[in-house]
């Protein structure tokens, strides 16, 4: 199968970092997004990664290791904002028959 | 802006009722895409079109319809045949199917309840 596996909540404190994982089998990956979403609303694009190493975006990270079939997202200087899920979703194939799988979600909740 | 559609944001249904979720879109977007989530699941895919006038089923296509008369259109019809149609639906966007590194925008979901 294609799964793609993250925790299913987390809880951090404002002000800190926070490191949200994901993981995949790798045969067939050809990229990796990571998208918000605020309850009741749409998600929104925030990172792709589809070589290893680190992207950085301001206050957000996204780290990929292909063959290990891991991910991660680095939040810093958590604001109360913050506080949303976040997806992680693999593109396996390419061309027109490639397909896009998402993971659960991991619900993160800031703290002050 | 540019920017997708969905409407309505709330809908009900009667058992036994077929209904149809609109979705537009004015990004001149070839790919076009639907979604359902289900609280503590991820997004999955009911149906995709890579182009207009081309559709092709998703991973929980059975109970569901859509058509692509317009690039800029793609709503999808719940039938009476989806026997559990209470979900959070989300209609998606890409410049292209095939582009691996262009994100998916999406719209703001209309939310599907049964009376």
């Known amino acids: 199968g294609q799964n793609i596996d993250q925790p299913t909540e987390m809880t951090a404190t404002e002000g800190a970092i926070v490191q949200i994982n994901c993981t995949y089998q790798?045969?067939?990956?050809?990229?990796l997004f990571w998208y918000q979403q605020h309850a009741g609303e749409a998600p929104t694009f925030l990172s792709y990664?589809?070589?290893?190493g680190l992207e950085e975006k301001g206050r957000f990270s996204s780290f990929l290791s292909r063959s290990k079939g891991y991910s991660y997202l680095l939040l810093k200087e958590l604001q109360m904002k913050d506080s949303a899920s976040y997806l992680c979703?693999?593109?396996?194939?390419?061309?027109?028959?490639?397909?896009?799988?998402f993971g659960s979600g991991t619900r993160l909740s800031i703290r002050p | 802006d540019g920017g997708i559609t969905q409407s309505p944001k709330y809908l009900f249904r009667k058992e036994g009722q077929n209904v149809t979720l609109s979705c537009e879109q004015n990004?001149?977007?070839?790919?076009m895409y639907w979604y359902r989530q289900d609280p503590g699941q991820g997004l999955r895919l009911i149906y995709y079109?890579?182009?207009?006038?081309?559709?092709q089923k998703g991973d929980i296509a059975e109970g569901y319809s859509v058509s692509r008369e317009k690039k800029e259109s793609f709503p999808l019809t719940v039938t009476s045949a989806q026997k559990n149609p209470t979900a959070f639906y989300l209609c998606?966007?890409?410049?292209?199917?095939?582009?691996?590194?262009?994100?998916?925008?999406f719209g703001d979901g209309t939310r599907l309840s049964i009376l």
């Open positions: 990664n589809v070589l290893d």
């Open positions: 979703a693999v593109r396996f194939g390419y061309s027109s028959a490639s397909k896009i799988i």
């Open positions: 079109s890579q182009i207009v006038n081309d559709f």
């Open positions: 790798t045969s067939g990956f050809n990229g």
């Open positions: 990004l001149n977007h070839d790919a």
């Open positions: 998606a966007s890409s410049i292209e199917y095939r582009d691996s590194n262009q994100p998916q925008h």
